[in-house]
């Protein structure tokens, strides 16, 4: 079965930082887009930060300058480094991405930004 499992949410303080990784895992033979997105209480979804299956990457401009997106295709891995969290980046962030040319999301994990 294919599918994405994310890690490395919880809890940090305002300024601080954090490091997200999602890896794909099953019968996989096409990695294209891998990127993240997010949903705040209330509010929709929406994109983070994207890597293409070129390994460049697009960024939502709330977070350009703060956030990294990387990516290791030996591993069939995603990571979302962000910096200078503040409070209004606290939400659920899901992995996306595109495996044997089908759009998955994965599960989320819970990022919270409070003091």
């Known amino acids: 079965q294919v599918q994405l499992v994310e890690s490395g949410g919880g809890l940090v303080q305002p300024g601080g930082s954090l490091r997200l990784s999602c890896a794909a895992s099953g019968s996989i033979f096409r990695v294209g887009a891998m990127g993240w997105y997010r949903q705040a209480p209330g509010k929709q979804r929406e994109l983070v930060a994207q890597?293409?299956?070129?390994?460049?990457?697009n960024y939502a401009d709330v977070v350009k300058g703060r956030a990294t997106i990387s990516r290791d295709n030996a591993k069939k891995t995603v990571y979302l480094e962000m910096n200078s969290l503040k409070p209004e980046d606290t939400a659920v962030y899901y992995c996306?991405?595109?495996?044997?040319?089908?759009?998955?999301w994965g599960q989320g994990t819970q990022v919270t930004v409070s003091s």
């Open positions: 890597s293409t299956g070129s390994g460049r990457g």
């Open positions: 996306n991405a595109y495996l044997n040319l089908v759009e998955r």
